[in-house]
């Protein structure tokens, strides 16, 4: 029984053995920043209104 819960435990990536990959978070640039802004006004998620405001923001910090 041991065994198969250490071969399932293994075979499901719930036990980390040799390190694997880091993966560290990386800020989004602002052209990607841009890119998911206008998706956002395209979906409807935000108003052009709310769109010009962050978009401004976003170029004013660069």
């Given at each position: 029984?041991?065994?198969?819960?250490?071969?399932?435990?293994?075979?499901?990536g719930?036990?980390n053995i040799?390190?694997?990959?880091?993966?560290?978070?990386q800020?989004?640039?602002?052209?990607?920043?841009?890119?998911?802004?206008?998706?956002?006004?395209?979906?409807?998620?935000?108003?052009?209104?709310?769109?010009?405001?962050?978009?401004s923001?976003?170029?004013?910090?660069?």
């Amino acid at each position: 029984m041991t065994v198969s819960f250490l071969a399932i435990t293994f075979l499901t990536g719930c036990l980390n053995i040799g390190g694997g990959t880091k993966s560290e978070s990386q800020q989004p640039t602002i052209g990607q920043q841009l890119v998911d802004l206008q998706k956002a006004k395209e979906s409807g998620a935000i108003t052009d209104a709310e769109y010009q405001v962050q978009k401004s923001k976003l170029l004013d910090n660069k």
